[in-house]
């Protein structure tokens, strides 16, 4: 009974809508029917275009739809000649019928499709405020965890250290959420200046040197150029390619050599991170860069929440970048990041320009 309550309120309440948007088209249904003499058809088709557009605006489609149905047939009846049936003395007329139906189907389907997109958008925007929150709220306690657990450890408990892993685990995982908010609002930081190529990649294997526990990493530079720069965000785009790398080590056999490489196409510097691991099937594709989604067959203990490959996705287009995915001839994956690229002499005018600012 308590169940049905809230159900039967609502659909009382739909009855009502309706009810109220039926009197309100007989009202100025009505309102015209004496003005008739004076009233031209755009008169006609106005008011009903309002009301159809006004019922778009507070009741939805179907109300809509219904509303423009039944000013189409009325519009007819009670409006143009000859009066009282559907028929029409002027073969003219029945164009000025069939715009006002189109011109109120159109006009519906745009009121209803922004409105689902300013719904979808707040939805976005408030979960990434809940998201923000969160993270803000989670981080204080966990580094009181993590504090207390290391004075535990100290004093020889060894259950201290798990907790203290595990303390790390979650608070990466705040950490990365907080930015994946962050990068979405576009609140993000970004230090976009000159930068060489080779000193990302050196940075980069730097990074994961201390994970790759002796596998071999080969670099493969572009020997036409150089002298590779590109206009990026050191930090954010070191940040990018320690996350491939650290997935090419996680997701390929240990005995498989993983490869960096990067060269110039084009307008864009391309950092390729390549492995003989099981690949990215074509359908999961686009969908690995999607927050929290791992593929069927993701072993559960592999650590990592699903969280990386979007962030880092969001990062290289918040620097005008992009982040892919295709098979590699002979199995495995290729991730290729595109940062923006910038000439040699690009860079010596900024750098003098820069120069010149400091002075
Ligand atoms: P996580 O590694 O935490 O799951 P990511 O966003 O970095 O999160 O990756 C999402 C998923 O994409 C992974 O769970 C994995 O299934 C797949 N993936 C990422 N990199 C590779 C790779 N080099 N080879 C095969 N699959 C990969």
């Given at each position: 009974m308590s169940e049905l309550g809230p159900r039967v309120r609502s659909e009382a309440a739909r009855w009502r809508t309706w009810l109220l948007w039926v009197a309100l088209f007989a009202l100025v249904t009505t309102a015209m029917l004496p003005l008739r003499p004076i009233l031209s058809d755009a008169h006609v088709a106005l008011a009903y275009l309002l009301l159809v557009l006004f019922a778009g605006a507070r009741a939805g489609q179907a109300i809509a739809l219904t509303t423009a149905c039944f000013a189409f047939l009325s519009f007819d009846w009670f409006?143009?000649?000859?009066?009282?049936?559907?028929?029409?003395?002027?073969?003219?007329h029945w164009f000025v019928l069939v715009a006002f139906l189109v011109a109120s189907v159109v006009a519906t389907r745009l009121f209803d499709r922004s409105r689902n997109e300013a719904a979808l958008l707040e939805s976005v925007r408030a979960r990434d405020a809940l998201i923000a929150s969160l993270s803000h709220d989670l981080r204080t306690p966990l580094t009181t965890i993590k504090a207390l657990a290391h004075d535990l450890s100290s004093s020889g408990d060894d259950r201290a250290l798990t907790i203290e892993e595990e303390a790390d685990r979650l608070h990466a995982l705040v950490a990365d959420l907080l930015d994946l908010s962050r990068v979405n609002s576009g609140t993000v930081q970004l230090a976009i200046e000159p930068n060489e190529a080779e000193d990302l990649l050196g940075a980069a294997l730097q990074r994961v040197s201390g994970q790759s526990s002796g596998r071999a990493i080969s670099v493969r530079l572009d020997e036409k150029h150089p002298l590779l720069f590109g206009r990026f965000d050191f930090a954010q785009s070191l940040r990018i390619l320690v996350n491939l790398l650290d997935n090419a080590l996680k997701y390929s056999p240990p005995d498989k050599p993983i490869e960096i490489a990067v060269h110039r196409d084009g307008a864009s510097l391309c950092f390729v991170v390549a492995d003989r691991g099981r690949g990215v099937p074509h359908s999961q594709r686009g969908r690995?860069?999607?927050?929290f989604y791992r593929p069927p067959g993701t072993q559960a203990d592999t650590h990592g929440a699903g969280l990386g490959l979007s962030i880092s996705r969001a990062l290289a287009k918040a620097q005008n970048g992009s982040l892919t995915v295709h098979a590699r001839d002979g199995g495995g994956s290729l991730f290729t990041l595109r940062l923006p690229a910038i000439d040699v002499t690009d860079t010596t005018e900024s750098e003098e320009a820069q120069r010149s600012t400091d002075k």
């Open positions: 409006f143009l000649p000859p009066f009282g049936t559907l028929a029409l003395a002027n073969p003219l690995i860069f999607e927050p």
